[in-house]
């Protein structure tokens, strides 16, 4: 008992351990430039908008569905907000509310058409997102939108906390959000029930319908979320601004689910391993690795994740 316990608690920290060797090894071979507070807070501050797509996905991959929209709903806010704020001077107070609806309606749409006509959500949210990649192009008129309201740069990126930017604490407040829904309320247990059996979950008694719509609801919102505070990182908006962020996203997600609560997606787990593939990316770029070893990183953690997480889940089944 005492080993079955030890093991286990090294299965859930095992990828922190990890992070934690990354960042020694990173540390001992280029202390000069890795081991310095600019970089840690470069590595946390840049990639809250990541931290926040994973966990947007995280909510439908929860209840079994897929959402590859969230990238693009991430770009078609961002590009919305930038043409309502530096063209259109909508006031910011407007502009935000406006972009998380819009992200949410997307959300309904992905879920009603997923629910309606029994269609993959696979399919459905590949469909819808390359729809939205096309009239982000359109309203955009291909051309990346600047002259964005230095406000919302201001409490983005400017802002600092220990000298990380306020966005990164944007991203912690959402993951705490999140592990609460899912750990302590009553639709986070039925997420649960319906990603481990649908038909268990209806003859329960769960809404499984309304469970799976809500949870595309709340992905498309979390992708807006996410669109404004890319928006406000950069200063500006371009038509693929989101699209690099979907594999890495993904990756984050199933490694993620490794770890802290093994065989299941959790936000502590997918904010670990978000840092974990940046530091990653970062430490190999500081040692002077060429920019493709970004997508050999991440497309090879994504297929590892992948696997890792089917051997957890088959072994907690079967009991062992």
Not at 45 to 67: N, W, Y
Not at 128 to 133: A, E, R
Not at 256 to 273: E, Q
Request: aromatic share 12%; proline share 3%.
């Amino acid at each position: 008992m005492r080993q079955s316990n030890f093991t286990y608690q090294l299965e859930r920290f095992g990828l922190l351990i990890v992070w934690l060797a990354f960042i020694a090894l990173f540390g001992v071979l280029r202390p000069d430039t890795f081991l310095t507070w600019s970089n840690f807070s470069t590595i946390f501050g840049s990639e809250a908008v990541l931290v926040i797509v994973t966990l947007g996905l995280i909510i439908p991959l929860t209840a079994g569905d897929f959402d590859l929209s969230i990238a693009q709903v991430l770009t078609l806010v961002s590009m919305t907000t930038a043409i309502l704020d530096a063209r259109l001077d909508v006031p910011l107070l407007l502009v935000i509310p406006i972009a998380v609806a819009l992200g949410a309606l997307i959300g309904l749409i992905n879920g009603a058409i997923t629910l309606f006509f029994r269609v993959h959500s696979l399919i459905v949210t590949l469909g819808v997102g390359t729809f939205l990649h096309g009239i982000t192009l359109w309203i955009g008129n291909s051309q990346t939108i600047s002259g964005v309201s230095p406000m919302l740069m201001e409490w983005v990126i400017i802002q600092r906390i220990w000298g990380i930017p306020i966005a990164f604490y944007y991203a912690m407040i959402l993951a705490v959000l999140i592990w609460y829904m899912l750990s302590y309320t009553a639709f986070g247990q039925h997420l649960l029930f319906t990603g481990r059996g649908r038909e268990v979950g209806r003859l329960t008694g769960i809404a499984v319908g309304r469970v799976r719509l809500t949870a595309f609801v709340l992905s498309g919102g979390m992708g807006a979320i996410a669109g404004v505070l890319y928006t406000g990182t950069t200063g500006s908006a371009n038509p693929s601004s989101g699209t690099s962020l979907l594999l890495p996203a993904f990756a984050a997600a199933f490694l993620g689910a490794t770890c802290i609560k093994p065989g299941r997606f959790n936000p502590w787990g997918s904010v670990i391993a978000v840092y974990f593939l940046v530091t990653g990316i970062n430490g190999l770029s500081v040692l002077g690795f060429r920019t493709f070893v970004q997508d050999l990183f991440y497309g090879g953690a994504l297929v590892l994740a992948v696997m890792v997480s089917q051997l957890v889940s088959g072994r907690k089944e079967r009991g062992l």
